[in-house]
């Protein structure tokens, strides 16, 4: 079962898609939201779930405060659980049914974004998870931040040049990583 954790929706029961999904744990979310938070990354700002699944991390941001999240998922019926949880939530989630390269392949793709967060299957290629990051850092703010959610045996994701990874955090079988936009010298 899965909740939103904090804010204006807590305590609220999320629906999650039968098959082809893993939702991050609430103690993951919980982990990497308090981080988020501390940095000023969640109240007042835009944020991008990809492979979004129920939406939980799109969802738990706008409870916390966000101005803007959008959930983007290719499958049928993660799409019909972002629609019930944001119903549900009474929360403006956004939700696209798209795939993750082709949404953030498109130039003026709903950006820019203070956070890009990606949660894609374990057992996702690395080459196209790169893709995917190679396309995020024309859809960041300036100082934006990306969290991408894998598996523990995962190595560790190819950052494009123009973001620069800063943190990785294990929680069970769960690792995430995130980078942030590198600021160019200037002389």
Known sequence: MSRIIAGSARGRQL????????????????????????????ADCDILD????SG??????????????IGVDSAPEA???????????????????????TYVSQPGTDGPFDVVFLDPPYDFPDEQLAEILAQ?????????????????RSSQPRWPAQLEAERERTWGDTRVWSAHMAVEDVE
């Open 56 to 69: 939980a991390f799109a969802l738990e941001a706008l409870s916390r405060g966000a101005r803007r999240a």
């Open 79 to 101: 799409h019909r659980a972002m629609q019930t949880n944001a119903r549900t939530t009474g929360l403006a989630l956004q939700h696209i049914k798209a795939q993750a390269l």
């Open 136 to 152: 995020l850092p024309r859809h960041l703010k300036s100082d934006g931040v990306v969290v991408v959610e894998r598996a523990k």
């Open 50 to 53: 990809l492979f979004a699944g």
């Open 15 to 42: 629906s999650v898609p039968k098959s082809g999904t893993r939702p991050t744990s609430s103690r993951v979310r919980e982990a990497l939201f308090s981080h988020l938070e501390h940095r000023d990354f969640i």
